[in-house]
C-alpha cells in the first residue's frame, strides 16, 4: 500500500439539451457552420436584453432531485468578469452564491464497493465560444456558436480516493443525464466534460495537499489516465523533496501526460456581481412537484428492479442497466429469450464486442433485440447450439437477416436423431480403442477428444448434452 492517499474532486460539465439558448432563442444544435448559430444576445450587442429559458430550469430541477440534494428557493445569475477572445460580452452569465441545486449525493460502485460521493452544488451559466488554432496558419479564429449554451456545472466533494472512483463517478452521472433527458452526453462533441483537481497526502492526514486542476477531459479513458499520471507526478515531486504548485494543467492523451498551462497560486478575481438585466427566479413547492411527477425510472433503481425481477447478479445488472438504451434492449430481448442469464450474457457479450468493434452505440446495433431474442430462444429449445449460435450471429451482423432464416437456409439445425447419434457414437468408440482404454483407465479429460470428433463427423450439429449423455453411457458401461 502507497504512504500517499489521493485527494479527488470533479467539476462537469454538462451541456443541456434545449432547443435554443440560455437566454436567446438561437438554435442550440452542433455542428453548424462556425457563426452561424450566435443571435445578437449571444454576441453582446449593444441594447440587447437576456431572456432566460425556461426549460433549462425544469432540467436543473430534475437532476437535483435524481441525485436528492437541496433545491433553493430563491436562485439568481450573476456576471463572472474576465476577458478572453471568445467571451464576447467580456463576462459570462452564471451562478456564484445562490446555486440553483445544493448539497446533493451519487452512489458509485467500484468492484464490489459502495460509496457515497458528496455533490457540493451544481448551477447554471452560458458557455462561451470556441477558440480554434488550427484553421488559419498564425491565427486563431473564434467560432461563437457555443456561446450562450446552456450548461449545468455539477461540483463533487473532495470524496474520491482513486482514478477508478473518479471514473465510476463520471459514469454514473452520465448515465443520469441520459435518463433524464436533460443531455445527450456525447463527450466527444462537448456535451459532457470535465476538469479534475487532484492532491495527494500522506495516509492518515487530514490536511488537504495542494492541488492542480486538469482541465479539459472528454471521455473517462482520459480522465482515469490523465489522474494516474497526475497523482504518479504529484508523488515523485514530494518524494524528491520539491513542491507541488497549485496550477492549471492539461492532459496530453498522446504522451500521456499532463502539462502545466498556467500557475494559480491564488483564486482569481472574477468580480461576481448580480446580473441587473435577470431577476432572481422563485423555485416554488408546486414546480418541484410538477417535475417529480415526471421523473423516470433512474439508473439505480433500475438495477434493483432488474436484480429483483429477472435474478440478474449486481454485476450483471450493473451491465445490461448502464442506460436506459441498452436496458430497453436487454428487456426486448428477454421477452422473447425467456433466459435472463443467458440474455445477460450475450449483451455483455458477443453484442458488447461487436458494438466496441464498430464504435456504435446499442441504438445503432445491427443486430435488433428482438432478432437477438429469437437467437437466444434457439438455443434454450436446442434447435442449435450456443457454438452454431455465434455462427448465425456473425451471419446476423455482416448480412442482416432472421435467426430462423439463417437457420434453414444453411442447415444449421441441431441434430437430435438419437438414432443417428447413436450410430456415430459407436462408430468413433470403435475407431479409437486406445482412448477408449486410456479413458476407462481414469484419463477421463478424453471425453472432449470423442466429444471433438464426434461433432466433426456432424459438422458441429450434434447436440452437446445428449452426446455428452450418449458417450458417458458408452464409455462408462463398456458398451
Known sequence: MSNWETVIGLEVHVQLATASKLFSGAPNRFGAEANRQASAVDLGLPGVLPVLNEA??????????????QISPLTQFARKNYFYPDLPKGYQISQLDHPIIGPGRLEIVVGDQAKTI?????????DAGKSIHDQLPGLTAVDLNRAGTPL???????????????????????????????????????????????????????????????????????????????????IEVLEGGGRIHQETRLYDAQRNETRSMRSKEEAEDYRYFPDPDLLPVAITPKMIAEVARSMPELPRARRQRFCEQYGLSEYDARQVAADRATAAYFETCVAIAEDPKLTANWVMGELASILNRDELGIEASPVPAAALGTLIARIRDATISSKIA??????????????DAIIEARGLRQMSDSGELERLVDEVIAANPAQVEQFRAGKTKLLG??????????????????????????????G
Open 390 to 403: 455465434k455462427t448465425v450471429f456473425d451471419i446476423m451482423v455482416a448480412e442482416g437477416g432472421e435467426p
Open 449 to 478: 477428444f470423442f466429444v471433438g470428433q464426434v461433432m466433426k463427423a456432424t459438422g458441429g450439429k450434434a447436440n452437446p448434452q445428449q452426446l455428452n449423455d450418449l458417450l458417458r453411457g458408452r464409455l462408462d458401461g463398456g
Open 152 to 234: 449545468l456545472e455539477i461540483v463533487s466533494e473532495p470524496d474520491m480516493r482513486s482514478a477508478a472512483e473518479a471514473v465510476a463517478y463520471l459514469r454514473e452521472l452520465h448515465a443520469i443525464v441520459r435518463d433524464l433527458g436533460i443531455s445527450d452526453g456525447n463527450m466527444n462533441e462537448g456535451s459532457m466534460r470535465c476538469d479534475a483537481n487532484v492532491s495527494i497526502r500522506p495516509r492518515g492526514e487530514r490536511t488537504l495537499g495542494t492541488r492542480t486542476e486538469i482541465k479539459n477531459l472528454n471521455s473517462f479513458r482520459f480522465l482515469e489516465k490523465a489522474i494516474e499520471f497526475e497523482v504518479e507526478r504529484q
Open 118 to 126: 458528496g455533490i457540493t452544488r451544481a448551477h447554471l451559466e452560458e
Open 56 to 69: 433549462v430550469v425544469h432540467m436543473a430541477l430534475r437532476f437535483g432531485l435524481a441525485v436528492e440534494a
